[in-house]
């Protein structure tokens, strides 16, 4: 069966949801999105994506054609409809739409498709990953927005560096990678950049149920600090809690995967055991 | 007659002319865009849109499907295609294409549409127009990418101050409008910043027959310089030379379009009616 896709208020199948060449998701970049995922065919985190989506759009003056309840309610019939056996991805997009003008915003094109989850091989989980850092600070790092041409710009060059991703850096700190947060942990010291990054879902997640266990901070993180933290890792939706292992050329602690991580993605396992 | 447009090697009207949801253009915001009209229905400057199209195509890894002879050949049936009596706006579009992992670039989105113009009123070039200023600095100004995100979110903020456009400034530095290019004049020495800026194509034009004229100078142009100019106009494909009286609440010189301005747009129309 294929996977089903809302599109401006109908539901059609993914393959033929089309969007008219003047929209301004298109033609201006101007588009927020958030993107899920279901565990045991149920949509993960919801109202906080929800609530985050909607925080985007607000942000870019656009106006959402449906609430939040009827939101669940499209999901949950795409789901059904989709009759996919496995899990899948979730997203919310939201553009400008048509535009006669080519910069004054009319009506919303709003879409929510389900897709194929790509995951990490599962080595990465064993042996850790390698970032590259990079110098940028996203636009409008608090806004979910569609611009990724520096993500994509760049991904030649993560894949001939056997790199994981791309790490963002800005003025000596570390932010945030291309689709994920960053974290390092000094001992049992959990610290995460807290400015001028997407806060994204599952860092919100793992700050939660972290903070029972380990003492947490929230600040900037220097790349000058690399050398001397015991273990680092990033998170994301398709991620969960993924070790870090290198940096650059920089071996992060013993250059594998860290046993607060370790602990830290067995008590993520168990959250999700427990819906 | 409706416009006409070509979409990976297909001519069809415009509203007709869908793109599917998975791009990257649209998913992603990964797209070049060059942007033309026509003067008495033949392509201005083409060879010169062209150059800029294929070097942001170049910089963001997306392989042009035509050559520019091509895409000559393309224009010209499109033109007469749609047998637009008047003169149009002519968009070559330039995406990732859809993408199976939401980050790889497969085979690119290539698009040529023509459009109707929208020109500013009469009265702007005869009483000139205000900016306003914010400060920004576009990610990659020498590329033109579809990032058009914070001129969309300015747009009502330049509606409520009557201004005719957003004019980015970065530490104390002008650059350029969301869509134009910014020149001032003091007394006889022309002057337009030259760095971190997109290069118009009509930017280029005036300066080429400017420098018959007048004193030109390329380089940094400070926002505390503006007290102290006489003239000030800006640039581009739809606007040609428009005088600007106001920046925020600061006159330019006499507060009206000045005469330098209004003899290089003579000279702009001499070398239009040469063609």
């Known amino acids: 069966m294929p996977y089903y896709a809302f599109l401006n208020g109908k539901m059609l199948p993914s393959e033929k949801a089309f ?11 101007y588009a927020v999105f958030d993107y899920l995922r279901t565990y045991n065919r149920k949509p993960f985190l919801l109202q906080q994506h ?7 759009a607000r942000e870019l003056n656009l106006e959402l054609p449906c609430s939040g309840k009827q939101i669940e309610g499209i999901i949950s019939r795409l789901l059904s409809k989709s009759a996919i056996r496995t899990d899948c991805g979730i997203r919310l997009l939201l553009t400008g739409g048509r535009s006669a003008d080519g910069i004054t915003i009319s009506r919303p ?31 409008s ?20 560096q056997k790199a994981h991703e791309i790490l963002y850096c800005s003025g000596g700190k570390i932010l945030e ?26 860092r919100s997640f793992v700050l ?14 220097l790349v000058s600090e690399l050398p001397g933290v015991s273990e680092a890792f990033i998170t994301g939706t398709t991620r969960k809690i993924l070790p870090v292992v290198k940096v650059n050329d920089q071996a992060i602690g013993e250059g594998k995967p860290g046993k607060n991580s370790l602990h830290l993605l067995k008590l993520f396992e168990e959250k999700l055991a427990e819906r």
């Open 141 to 160: 790092p608090y806004i979910k927005t569609t611009n990724y041409k520096n993500a994509i710009r760049l991904n030649p060059e993560k894949l001939r």
């Open 109 to 139: 094109t709003f879409a929510i498709t389900t897709e194929k989850l790509i995951f990490p091989p599962e080595s990465a989980y064993r042996k850790g990953v390698k970032l590259i850092t990079r110098e940028f600070q996203r636009e």
């Open 177 to 202: 990678t291309t689709r994920n947060n960053f974290f390092v942990f000094k001992g049992d010291t959990l610290i995460t950049p807290g400015a001028n990054i997407l806060h994204g879902i599952t």
């Open 208 to 221: 939660s149920f972290a903070k029972g266990v380990f003492r947490v901070e929230e600040r900037d993180v």
């Open 19 to 29: 969007v008219h060449i003047s929209d301004l998701g298109l033609l201006r970049g």
């Open 50 to 56: 929800l609530a985050r989506f909607e925080h985007s």
